[in-house]
């Protein structure tokens, strides 16, 4: 079954999953370049590309998705030691708040031009999304909504309720010039990492149009997300069995196409992890 599979497989089109995973981190290490610039960390772009590529690494070995988002706030705090913790932090969230948020927009886009065929074979899945996009389209106005009163508050910052303000602040507080600039840069990220699924599947031969891809990685997404196991393995395994069974597709491709996904994030952001081996290595003192 396996060779038959492999000869199955568009090896031509193989080449292009890593170089759009490769272009979908770039526009990472852009959209974490202005947010940390708003908070005054100034980090040249190649350098936080390395940053993100080595985030990257350990969010695909540790157990969810997020756990390199730690790695990544303490190499950025070693880099500048004067900046508050919980600043560094809260930008690390608004990051994934902002990449989730564009990843469910592109979602319910995907819900308007998906075939009616394929709306009544997923329309239990259909309906839980929509309240998925019901809940964040009501936090993004409470957001909008505490842009302007934090903006216009003068409270004492020594105060307990203060400090809030200032963090809420430095989360909600981007200037919406750099604020369409992150939109834009975290949509393009996404879609080149929609795309790279999408090519996996179309190499395997897979019947799923983009639209569905487009569809159901969202809540892949909010899956993975949870520190099940490593790197979500399994997790999505199971997930993308269940939403590709909806158009037939066996288990068996479907757990393949989820393999495939995972061993080029792991080729690409294996980089991280020797970047970090290697700055690890000459930050060591050699013994004479």
């Known amino acids: 079954m396996f060779f038959g599979l492999i000869k199955k497989i568009d090896l031509e089109l193989l080449i ?6 490769i272009v979908s981190t770039k526009f990472s290490a852009l959209r974490s370049l202005i947010f940390f610039r708003h908070i005054n960390i100034h980090i040249q772009y190649f350098e936080m590309l390395k940053i993100v590529l080595i985030g990257s690494f ?11 988002d730690f790695i990544k706030g303490g190499i950025i705090k070693s880099k500048a030691k004067d900046a508050p913790i919980s600043e560094i932090a809260s930008i690390i969230l608004m990051e994934r708040v902002l990449g989730l948020t564009m990843s469910v ?9 998906l075939s009616p065929h394929i709306l009544e074979l997923i329309k239990t899945e259909v309906s839980f999304a929509k309240w998925i996009y019901i ?60 795309l790279s699924i999408y090519c996996v599947t179309y190499s395997l031969g897979l019947d799923v149009s983009f639209s569905f891809i487009c569809f159901i990685v969202p809540m892949i997404f909010l899956v993975v997300f949870l520190p099940i196991s490593l790197g979500g393995l399994g997790v999505r395994e199971g997930a993308f069995v269940y939403f590709f069974s909806k158009l037939g597709i066996g288990t068996s491709l479907a757990i393949s196409a989820s393999f495939m996904i995972y061993f080029y994030n792991v080729l690409v952001f294996l980089s991280g992890g020797i970047i970090q081996f290697n700055s690890k290595s000459k930050s060591t003192p050699q013994n004479t």
């Open 135 to 194: 809940s964040f389209a009501f936090v993004s106005v409470i957001l909008i909504a505490l842009r302007f009163l934090i903006r216009n508050n003068n409270k004492n910052k020594s105060s307990i309720l203060g400090k809030i303000i200032k963090l809420m602040n430095t989360i909600i507080g981007v200037p919406f010039g750099t604020l369409i600039i992150l939109l834009v840069s975290s949509m393009l990220k996404y879609l080149t990492e929609l």
């Open 105 to 113: 927009f592109i979602g319910f886009i995907s819900t308007l031009v």
């Open 16 to 21: 292009f999953p890593p170089l759009l995973i």
């Open 58 to 68: 350990y969010n695909v070995v540790l157990p969810g998705s997020n756990g390199g």
